[in-house]
């Protein structure tokens, strides 16, 4: 677990603020697909959009930190 924090710590301090920006709509979209309280009709589309917007913005954002879990376990073997 002390692993996976200073990871996180490395990842705060490299984001840029394309980074916080794509953070903050994978976090709307999965509000909304958490949320969903639209009318029936309209339910299956708005979920389909919005899990596609969270997919979409969470994949790169996830490489990035992986790639940092990867980082910080290489220096950590040496």
């Known amino acids: 677990m002390l692993h996976l924090w200073k990871s996180v710590k490395i990842y705060k301090d490299r984001m840029s603020v394309l980074d916080m920006g794509l953070l903050k ?6 509000g909304v697909v958490l949320g969903l309280t639209v009318s029936r009709k309209k339910k299956l589309q708005t979920g389909v959009l919005a899990s596609g917007v969270f997919a979409a913005t969470c994949l790169p954002l996830m490489n990035k930190f992986l790639d940092v879990i990867e980082e910080t376990s290489e220096a950590e073997k040496a």
């Open 25 to 30: 709509i994978c976090c709307l979209a999965l």
